[in-house]
């Protein structure tokens, strides 16, 4: 039964195999193997199968990740018979081969065919020169004489580019193998030469960047037998160097020498045997030295990790399939589901015209929690934005004393006024008054702006990225319809401010009239002073009249100021441009204090009337309009049979992820039936 957990993996894995690499959606519990080039991993994997097979040579031979799977079979127990038209050589066994997942159904006896296949194969993606591809290649090797297991081959790390290597091999290897052992199913075995100090190890110090409390790695020691006379790694083996969690294998492996003189694994394997169980240093504890050993390890630790990690496995499985499940019902089926064009454009333009009325009331059923959105921002331009963009204008930071001033001797005409003149108080207040304009056309701008925010926001459903000729026509129909209404929205603003500025309604209840404008600015100028013994208001007495001859304040005073008497007797022309100069006289400083009186009173009316009165024209001719006839306008525009086959183009990022997730659900099925047996 635990040998099946091992298989059932290796059958997760086939079954997404045909994703591609890095688009495993699961992360599978396997065996990664890392370490330098010369540190030995391809000859400690050739030791576990006992058999000759890998590629050999100088600089990067594994250029692409190898999924070594491996199958125990019982000897003589349902041995396939042999395909037709092939014999076995010397050395080859009926009950020995290999399989791999880019030529499913060809079993391969001869190991040294293995090996020409995997050159072959990686030469396919990374060419003949040095380069790397992550693309893995699945290898399944039946056989009585391994152990069932699972293992990663990866690229050596190396450091500096030889040859037609890339410049940047170090950092494309060290970002492949990081991809494989970050994962937290993986285990990680780090293969290091004994004969080097652990702690520059790269395998190791690059397993503790992700793994820094060794929980997850298990260390291999490769050429013991090479280290000098006298030395030993048993205090390595004892954990008292670097720490591991499933601890140090040593092992010995036929070197370069071995290799040129044919030397077999078998006889290699009994070396090794030998070596451990006479050594000194390690013949205490030879059984839990050598190659067979490692791989039994390796087996127990990847049984016993598939077990603790399987329920969630199977549920991420689930989860998952369910997510690209829904995404595919969302992509829809092709063209398939275009048996009624007339339908789904007709469904398109009603869920659409329904859900932008729903945004705008607020009615939506997935109101964020996060931000303002539909007609809660249209409410914040109309109560924030405009409101106290209004409220802002001030009629006094364009129109000082000296222009109220002028304006008055203006329009008292060639008799200076007997009383506070109303036509000043009209001119200005009707020029202050045509301010708000500008703010309530911009209020329209912004409101057209957010009607837009809310088309984009439905136009991003998955219906309208599968046809984007429609989302298009869509976009352009409801764009089109919303600025012609931007005109009428924009004349009745204008007329709303025209309007209070083509009649002054002096008589308003809220306007305060003259007198009472004099008498605050009288009793403001001249404090009523009271007799502290009766309490009752003294008699102010009159001020003296100022001289008449006095030239020197008054309107003209400057004017006149800079002239000697007998130049005024000559009575020279006044200047071309007669400018208001001078210091006020009491009275006007009176008659410009109640014209500001007055034009704040009218102001403020204003100000409040626009406020009021400008939100409910744009929802009139803008929002409430676009409500009622969206769905006619798009009915009117595109419902049209001639049109259909274009609208309902998909586009091809739809029809490639339609692809996509269509052999991602085909994988996260075959999966759920291969843990459903477990």
């Not at 400083?589 to 744009?618: C, G, H, Q, W």
């Amino acid at each position: 039964m635990d040998q099946n957990l091992i298989a059932t993996v290796n059958r997760l894995q086939d079954a997404f195999a045909a994703l591609g690499p890095n688009t495993n959606p699961i992360d599978l519990p396997q065996i990664t193997v890392v370490g330098s080039q010369s540190s030995g991993k391809s000859s400690v994997l050739e030791n576990i199968v006992g058999r000759d097979f890998l590629p050999r040579g100088t600089g990067i031979v594994t250029r692409r990740p190898l999924i070594l799977q491996l199958t125990n079979r019982k000897a003589g127990f349902n041995t396939p018979p042999l395909p037709e038209g092939v014999k076995l050589k010397e050395g080859e066994s009926a009950e020995e081969w290999g399989e791999f997942l880019h030529v499913p159904g060809k079993r391969m006896y001869d190991f040294n065919q293995i090996r020409q296949e995997i050159m072959r194969e990686t030469e396919t993606t990374t060419g003949k020169n040095a380069g790397i591809s992550p693309n893995p290649i699945n290898l399944r090797i039946f056989s009585p004489n391994v152990l069932t297991l699972t293992l990663v081959d990866l690229p050596g790390l190396t450091k500096v580019p030889v040859g037609d290597q890339p410049k940047d091999i170090e950092r494309q290897i060290r970002d492949m193998v990081l991809k494989f052992i970050t994962k937290p199913n993986a285990i990680i075995l780090s293969v290091t030469s004994a004969n080097t100090d652990l702690a520059n190890s790269d395998g190791l110090k690059l397993a503790r960047e992700v793994d820094p409390e060794g929980s997850r790695t298990i260390g291999v020691l490769t050429k013991i037998d090479l280290m000098d006379q006298g030395t030993d790694v048993v205090d390595i083996l004892a954990g008292r160097v670097i720490p591991l969690k499933y601890g140090y294998v040593p092992v010995i492996n036929r070197g370069q020498k071995d290799v040129t003189s044919n030397k077999s694994i078998k006889d290699a394997l009994a070396y090794e045997r030998q070596f451990f169980e006479e050594h000194p240093s390690y013949r205490a504890k030879a059984q839990y030295c050598g190659t067979p050993f490692l791989a039994r390890k390796l087996n127990t630790i990847l049984m016993h990790h598939i077990k603790s990690t399987l329920p969630d496995i199977k549920a991420r499985i689930h989860s998952t399939l369910s997510k690209y499940q829904m995404e595919l019902a969302q992509l829809g089926g092709g063209d398939d589901l275009l048996s009624s064009p007339s339908n789904t454009v007709l469904n398109v333009i009603t869920e659409l015209s329904n859900e932008y009325r729903t945004i705008l009331d607020g009615n939506s059923q997935d109101l964020s929690t996060a931000e303002l959105s539909g007609g809660a921002r249209i409410s914040f331009v109309f109560h924030e934005l405009y409101a106290n963009g209004i409220r802002a204008v001030d009629p006094f930071d364009q129109v000082k004393d000296v222009d109220i001033r002028t304006i008055l001797y203006n329009s008292s005409g060639s008799s200076p006024a007997l009383f506070v003149g109303t036509q000043a108080f009209e001119v200005i207040v009707k020029q202050q008054i045509q301010r708000f304009e500008e703010p309530s056309l911009k209020c329209v701008q912004l409101v057209y702006d957010e009607l837009v925010r809310v088309l984009n926001q439905i136009l991003q459903k998955p219906i309208f990225r599968r046809y984007p000729s429609l989302r298009d026509a869509v976009s352009k129909t409801v764009i089109g319809f919303l600025k012609t209404n931007m005109d009428p929205s924009n004349k009745l603003v204008s007329d709303l401010v025209h309007m209070e500025a083509s009649y002054i309604n002096t008589g308003h209840p809220d306007f305060i009239n003259g007198h009472q404008a004099m008498s605050i600015v009288n009793e403001k100028m001249h404090p009523t002073k009271v007799d502290p013994k009766t309490g009752k208001p003294l008699t102010p007495q009159p001020s003296a009249s100022p001289e008449p001859d006095s030239a020197s304040g008054g309107f003209f005073g400057s004017f006149f100021s800079s002239k000697n008497k007998k130049r005024l007797a000559a009575m020279e022309p006044p200047p071309a441009v007669l400018k208001a100069a001078g210091t006020l006289s009491e009275r006007e400083t009176m008659e410009i204090d109640v014209i500001k009186l007055l034009i704040s009173s009218y102001f403020n009316i204003v100000k409040r009337t626009v406020i009021d009165m400008v939100p409910k024209a744009i929802v009139l001719n803008l929002v409430k309009l676009s409500k009622e006839k969206i769905q006619g306008e798009l009915l009117e525009k595109l419902y049209k049979a001639e049109s259909f086959t274009e609208l309902l183009k998909e586009s091809e990022q739809t029809v490639q992820r339609r692809k996509e997730v269509q052999k991602m659900v085909a994988s996260l099925e075959r999966a759920v039936e291969i843990v459903a047996s477990v």
